[in-house]
């Protein structure tokens, strides 16, 4: 067990953020849809205990393993999962507000202050550095960003407006430069490993988390700003849908918990558009998604397990063969 620690994959908070999205859409669908609360409480305690499992589990890694960690860190894929632990804080901050809002504050301070100087460290790496290539741009580098267009919801809520600007810009100029970066490495070189596919999904949270964080910041009020980050995020959400095919040919892995936190983003966006628009239309959208993000999540929740209860999950990657550029290195 202590070896298979080493191996414990940053990358599995993930999995975490899309818990968190379900049980905040489940909250909006109980004053919106009227859905009983015993919903999103019962979701917000697996997600209370899933969270507190993987975050002992990964500090006891950082104690009983420092090297493997830094090794982790030192990936061109795992170092931006880092920020996953911060935006997973972020959204629990964002779940207790209702129930314990001091402890809630904390956690929010606390982790609003991590992701700045995850955002700070990464950003740096990609600066000064002998060992970036286009090739290893990917949609998961996205995810620093995102932690700080979420860092506004709470915020707002916690009554650090200012801040929630700060990290709104922050997140909303960088998503735009790293989205052109990406595009560009996925049209004119070779496509991802299929492993890293699912993240293509990560597209969708920064114009989705972007419209519910800058409509939280408007008082609540719809503007056009608004609408475009709200139609971006439906436009990549359907290109995505699109090419369901090729998702449900990939096999499975734990890069397939990418899918989930975008999803109950968008989820979310489009509850907020239904109770500020008032169309039905949104309201449509909020339903489908909401059941189809649900169902994935348990989906890839027994999935998850099948691997723990095999043994599968915390193992020595397999070597992977290189990419042309890599291999003219």
């Known amino acids: 067990m202590t070896s298979r620690l080493a191996f414990f994959p940053v990358a599995l908070f993930g999995s975490m953020m899309g818990w968190s999205g379900l049980t905040l859409a489940f909250y909006a669908a109980h004053d919106l849809l009227g859905l009983t609360p015993l919903v999103y409480q019962t979701l917000l305690v697996i997600t209370l205990v899933f969270f507190s499992v993987l975050l002992i589990t990964y500090l006891a890694k950082i ?11 030192d990936n061109p894929i795992a170092l931006h999962f880092f920020p996953t632990i911060s935006i997973g804080l972020l959204l629990i901050s964002l779940l207790l507000q209702h129930f314990v809002p001091q402890i809630a504050e904390g956690i929010w301070l606390f982790a609003a202050a991590m992701q700045l100087v995850l955002t700070i460290v990464i950003m740096n790496n990609w600066i000064h550095h002998e060992k970036w290539e286009v090739v290893h741009a990917t949609p998961a580098w996205f995810i620093p960003v995102v932690g700080n267009i979420v860092a506004p919801m709470g915020a707002v ?21 790293l989205k052109a970066i990406v595009l560009y490495r996925l049209v004119f070189h070779p496509f991802l490993q299929p492993q890293l596919v699912p993240t293509l999904f990560i597209f969708i949270a920064p114009p989705a988390m972007g419209f519910l964080s800058y409509v939280a910041l408007n008082n609540y ?20 849908f699109a090419q369901g095919r090729r998702f449900m040919l990939l096999p499975f892995a734990i890069s397939w918990w990418a899918y989930t936190f975008p999803l109950a983003a968008m989820t979310n966006a489009s509850f ?8 039905v239309w949104f309201g449509y959208i909020s339903a489908l998604l909401i059941a189809f993000t649900a169902a994935l999540i348990l989906h890839l929740t ?22 042309p550029n890599e291999q003219s290195n």
Do not use: R
């Not at 809520?157 to 600007?165: D, H, I, K, Q, S």
């Open 302 to 323: 027994l999935k998850t397990l099948v691997l723990i209860k095999n043994q599968q999950l915390c193992v020595a990657p397999k070597p992977t063969q290189s990419t």
């Open 272 to 279: 907020m558009m239904y109770e500020l628009h008032g169309s």
């Open 221 to 240: 009020a719809l503007d056009n700003f608004s609408h475009v980050l709200y139609y971006a995020a439906l436009f990549i959400t359907l290109l995505l």
């Open 63 to 73: 104690i009983k393993h420092p090297t493997a960690v830094k090794n982790e860190f």
């Open 157 to 177: 809520a916690f009554g650090y407006t200012e801040l929630g600007w700060f990290f709104f810009s922050i997140g909303i100029t960088f998503w735009l430069v």
